[in-house]
Structures are given as C-alpha cells and as structure tokens.
C-alpha cells in the first residue's frame, strides 16, 4: 500500500513510485491473450514458425499485452494513494512500443508520477510513465503514459 494520499501526489511529481517483481511472459500466457483477443498472429501463437521465420527468432508477445501487464503490475507496486478508494482507467496519452517480449522473457514495470490534475470532491487524475523494463535487455519493451482517475474512499479528507 502507498504512503500518500491524493493530495500529496503534487508533492511527488517527477518522483519514481516504484518498481515491479520480475513476472516471466510465457507462451501460455501469449495463448490465453490470443484467445481471449482473438489475435492469433504466427508471430505470437506459431512456435515453430516463429523459430523458423521470425526477425526475433522464436514466438512474441503481442504489443498490446505487454501494455496490459502495466495495471496489474502497477498495483502490485501500490501505485494508488492510501486514500484511494479505486482508480479508474482513464486513457493513454501515449505509448509504445519499443522492442519484443520474446515468450519466456520476465519483465517488470518501473512507474514514475509526471501529473496530477484535482478534480472536484478530493476526486484526481494521476498521470504516469510506466516502463516495462525486459530483463537482459537494453531497451524496454514499452513506455506509456497513462492516466488513473482517483476516487477517494468514504471518509477520506477532501
């Protein structure tokens, strides 16, 4: 859990949140997202294809999971102010998408706080550059910013 509220976040801009645990993206992780996307891309689904004919030499990650391991690995570092009651998907201003995820690589997110806009109500938006960093690698696989509207939990100071 984090140990500022929303309205200290002002005070954090420009700071790093935190930091992920490693979390491996395997080809039945790369599966589970083709089948629930319906993108079943060879790239990402073919193993012996992708080995055979990919740039990368073997099957990817699909660019639009690794940027939905932003959220969940977000909050395992406790991104949301202590006072949050939820925050909200509020958009993307900008991501990309920089090297592969090859299947089997670990990754972990690196979050650092560029904004935060108060809203009527003690309610935020909070906005943050997360990178997902690819172990071994010199380049990440993502950089998005990306925007959470704070709702503050019943009872908090507003």
């Excluded at 930091?19 to 589970?32: E, L, N």
């Excluded at 997202?33 to 990368?56: L, N």
């Excluded at 949301?80 to 509020?90: C, E, I, S």
């Amino acid at each position: 859990m984090s140990e500022f509220t929303i309205s200290q976040l002002g005070e954090r801009v420009g700071q790093e949140l935190g930091v992920s645990d490693w979390v491996t993206i395997d080809q039945s992780r790369i599966d589970k997202f083709a089948a629930c996307t319906g993108d079943h891309q060879w790239i990402h689904v073919d193993v012996e294809r992708a080995k055979r004919e990919s740039p990368y030499g073997g099957a990817v990650a699909h660019g639009y999971l690794t940027l939905a391991m932003v959220a969940p690995l977000a909050m395992q570092i406790g991104v949301l102010p202590k006072d949050a009651a939820a925050g909200l998907n509020y958009g993307v201003d900008k991501a990309r998408f920089l090297a592969p995820v090859p299947a089997g690589a670990r990754v972990r997110l690196r979050v650092v706080l560029t904004g935060v806009e108060p809203k009527d109500g003690g309610q935020a938006i909070m906005k943050t550059r997360n990178t997902l960093e690819v172990e071994g690698s010199d380049k990440p696989a993502l950089v998005a910013e990306t925007l959470a509207f704070l709702i503050p939990a019943r009872g908090a100071p507003r």
